[in-house]
C-alpha cells in the first residue's frame, strides 16, 4: 500500500510543486520497499504518482506514460494540464472497462484503493494544479476533484496559500501529524507550505508503527521517501534522497558503484547538495 502526497511550496515570492511517496508495494504475501511511485511524465510539466492496487496502478501509469509520449500535443505541452486530466481519465477508464475475467472476481476493492495523483503546472490558470484522480459508483467511472485550500488558513489567492493532496493509507495520521509540526512553528493559518509535508512522511517512515508488518492491516507503507520537484519553467527534478545510511533516487537505492548527477537530500536534516557543482568549468 502507499502514501503520496502532492504540495505547493512557498519560496520568498515564487513557487514550486512538490509530489513524493513512500516506496512499498506489496502482494503475493510480501512487500518490497524500494518500488517507484512518481513517475515525471515525459513533457516535463506533470508527474503522477499513485496508491492502491498494483495490478491495476502499474499498468495504468504505464499506460499513461505510453499515450503522453504518442501523443504530440500532449508531449509538447501544447495539451495544458487542465485538458490532459480529461484526457488521461479516458485512459484510465477504457484499461478499467477492459477487464477480462475468467472467474466471478470484485473488482471493487481495486476501484475504492486505486487512486491518482495528477499535479503539474497549468499555462492556462497560470499557477499550479492538483487534482485526485478516482473511482466515482455513481458514475461508474474515474473522475477527478481539484486539490481544495488548506483547512483554517485566511482566504487568499490559490497560489500564495497552503494546497495540498494526500492519498493512501494512514491518511488522517499524516494530516494531524502536518497539523502539529506546522502548529508548533506558528504557520497552521498563514504562509504557504515549506518541506513540512515530507518532513512529516520522512517521520511516518521511520516509525514501526506505520512500517512493521506483523498482522494484516498493518505496515502500510515503507521504504525511503521519493521526491520529484516541478518548476513553472516546465522541467521536472528527481531528487535522490540520503536516508538511513542510504542512498534512494525514485524509491530504488542505489548501489554502491552507482553516481548520480540529481540533487541530493539529506532527510530529516533537509540539506540539499548538488553534484555538478564540484565541477569546475
Known amino acids: 500500500m502507499t502514501i503520496a502526497v502532492a504540495w505547493t511550496r512557498t519560496v520568498a515570492n515564487t513557487h514550486e510543486l512538490l509530489v513524493a511517496s513512500d516506496s512499498r508495494l506489496s502482494g503475493g504475501g510480501g512487500y518490497i520497499d524500494i518500488c517507484q511511485k512518481v513517475f515525471p511524465l515525459g513533457r516535463g510539466d506533470v508527474a503522477i504518482a499513485f496508491c492502491g492496487t498494483t495490478s491495476r496502478a502499474y499498468p495504468v501509469v504505464h499506460q499513461i506514460i505510453n499515450f503522453v509520449n504518442n501523443s504530440p500535443k500532449a508531449m509538447s505541452r501544447g495539451q495544458d494540464i487542465t485538458d490532459l486530466k480529461g484526457a488521461i481519465i479516458s485512459v484510465v477508464n477504457n484499461f478499467r472497462d477492459s477487464y477480462q475475467q475468467s472467474d466471478t472476481v ?14 503539474g503546472f497549468s499555462w492556462k490558470l497560470g499557477r499550479y494544479a492538483i487534482y ?16 481544495g485550500s488548506w483547512g483554517g488558513q485566511r482566504m487568499v489567492a490559490p497560489e500564495r496559500g497552503k494546497r495540498i ?4 493509507d494512514h491518511i488522517s495520521a499524516f494530516k494531524a501529524k502536518l ?9 497552521l493559518g498563514v504562509g504557504g507550505f515549506g518541506m513540512e509535508p515530507l518532513e512529516v512522511l520522512s517521520d511516518m517512515l521511520g516509525d514501526n ?28 527534478l528527481s531528487f535522490a534522497v540520503e536516508w538511513r545510511e542510504g542512498r534512494y533516487l525514485l524509491g530504488r537505492k542505489l548501489l554502491p558503484f552507482e553516481k548520480t548527477l540529481n540533487p541530493i537530500i539529506t532527510l530529516p536534516s533537509l540539506d540539499v547538495r548538488y553534484p555538478l557543482d564540484s565541477v569546475a568549468n
Open 106 to 119: 470484485d473488482v471493487g476493492d481495486d476501484d475504492q484503493k486505486t487512486l491518482f495523483l495528477l499535479s
Open 132 to 147: 485526485t484522480l478516482h473511482f466515482d459508483a455513481s458514475a461508474k467511472g474515474y473522475t477527478f476533484r481539484p486539490a
Open 165 to 168: 493532496a494526500a492519498v493512501g
Open 179 to 187: 497539523r502539529d509540526l506546522l502548529n508548533s512553528r506558528g504557520r
Open 209 to 236: 508503527s506505520f512500517t512493521q508488518r506483523t498482522t494484516q492491516g498493518t505496515g502500510l507503507i515503507g521504504g525511503a521517501p521519493q521526491l520529484v520537484k516541478i518548476y513553472r519553467y516546465g522541467a521536472a
